[in-house]
Each structure stands twice: as C-alpha cells, then as structure tokens.
C-alpha cells in the first residue's frame, strides 16, 4: 500500500511539457521558479529561508533536490536572504549574479558558501543567453558594462534583467531596477517586449514608467509584495497598470498568493493559491 500511495504521489509530480513560471508568496521581495521538464531556475529567495522553503517543497517533486541554476538579482535583503538557505538544502549546480563591489553581510556570505560548495558560477552581463531545450531561452538583457553609477540606488540599478521565452510567450524580469536602468535600456534598444511583466521593485513609484511600460507593453502585470513600510506598490504604478492593462490582468501576490503561470508558447493560463 505504501509503494502504491508512493507511485501515486511520484506519478502526480512528474513534469509534463510545458512551461511553468511561479511567482512565488515569500512576502516583501521576490522569488520566481522557472520549471522546464526535469529542469529547475530559481530567481532570488525572498526574505524568509522558512518561506522559501515552504513554497519550494511545494512546487517541486519531493524527489528532486536540484536545481540546475540559481540567480541572484542583487544582494539586498529581500532577494538574497532565502537564497543562502537554498545553497544549504538543495544541490546547486551553477548560479549567476551580477559583479557588484559590495560589502553588504548577505552577499559575503552567498559569496562564501558559493565558493564553499564549488558551485560553478558566471558573472551576468548582458548578451548573456540560457538555452533550456525545446525552445526556452533566458536572455539577459541588464547590466551592462560598464555597470551604472550616480543613480538613485546604484545596487538597484544593476540589478539582473531577464527575458524568458518560450514561442509567442515571454516574461519581462524586471528584478529592482528604477527608471535610470529603464531609460538605459529603452536606449540601448533592448527587446523588452512581454506578455507578462513582473514589475519592478515591487511596484515601487521609482520603477516602470510610462515610457517603459509603453516599450515593453505588456498583457499581465505581476508585482511580487508582501507587507512593507515602503508604501509598495505605488498607487500611482498601480492606478497606471490599471489604464493600460485592466485591473483584471494585474497580479499580487500578497493578494492572490503564489501566481504561476503555464504556457505551451502558444497559449498562456494562471493559477493562484487565494
């Protein structure tokens, strides 16, 4: 009977062919899992190890305990503090972050068990491209070089910008970066098309501009918040989200829960928790 309920549970949690983007509820920050069959990408941790934790074992099979690529956007609280558990618990088999001269505790200590774990690791720069297989690709759009400097948050501003696409379906990573780095990249020309935008910094008022959200013209917004001093997300972003895409295509996660998404590249669903 154990081996039967066993069969049943591994049978429940084998990948199928699709995409799945989860954003996943671990309060103020982000953390975002990318599942591509047997494959694992995970985006920043949050700033709980007992969230990140939680949301893990529950979107992952309780027989994996890989994950093929960890990417640290930049080493603020909210984004780096889950992910030193996850190199704890989990086998981490490469990660990639930006090269930042930082001094912050949190990002000495990912740069400790980094090197404690002989983790293979790149240094993101943008150009940079992920191939998953089967038509999945994560391209880095930000930072360049040189990185930027004078902004209104430097670390911000260089924090790691993705593109994931899969077909007629892509998502615009917009980690924290505030209208500086915005502004730099409509510049520059980058692809910042997507059919779902996560916002940026939690929808602080810094970040997704007008011009910005114009470039990049999304169909579904998500702002990854929990509860924050901040005043995130800004009704000011908010209020134009709502102009642009309909309060029905815009999701958060203090609201709704972990939001993921699922895609054939083609066509495009979501689940959430609440």
């Excluded at 013209?217 to 005043?231: K, Q, Y």
Aim: hydrophobic share 40%; glycine share 8%.
């Amino acid at each position: 009977m154990v081996l039967a309920i066993l069969a049943s549970v591994a049978a429940a949690t084998m990948p199928d062919d699709e995409l799945h983007v989860s954003f996943l509820d671990i309060g103020q920050g982000d953390a975002i899992l990318i599942q591509k069959g047997n494959q694992q990408v995970l985006i920043d941790g949050g700033p709980s190890p007992q969230a990140i934790s939680l949301e893990l074992g529950d979107k992952m099979p309780f027989w994996d305990r890989t994950i093929e690529l960890v990417v640290l956007t930049h080493p603020h609280s909210d984004h780096i503090t889950g992910l030193l558990e996850v190199l704890q618990r989990y086998k981490v088999e490469r990660v990639l972050y930006p090269d930042l001269d930082c001094q912050l505790p949190l990002y000495q200590e990912w740069l400790r068990l980094v090197e404690e774990k002989d983790i293979e690791c790149t240094l993101v720069q943008a150009g940079q491209q992920i191939d998953l297989g089967e038509g999945v690709v994560i391209k880095v759009l930000h930072p360049g070089m040189p990185l930027l400097t004078g902004t209104g948050s430097d670390i911000n501003n260089n924090s790691v910008v993705l593109h994931l696409i899969m077909g007629r379906v892509s998502f615009l990573l917009a980690a924290d970066i505030e209208q500086e780095a915005e502004f730099e990249l409509i510049a520059q020309g980058a692809d910042l098309s997507g059919t779902v935008l996560k916002v940026g910094h939690s929808g602080s008022n810094t970040s997704t501009t007008p011009e910005f959200l114009a470039v990049a013209n999304p169909l579904v917004a998500v702002i990854s918040v929990g509860d924050n001093p901040f005043g995130h997300p800004s009704r000011e972003v908010v209020e134009r989200l709502k102009e642009k895409l309909g309060s029905e295509n815009i999701y958060r996660t203090d609201e709704q829960g972990t939001i993921e998404f699922i895609t054939d590249g083609e066509r495009l669903w979501v689940k959430t928790k609440l």
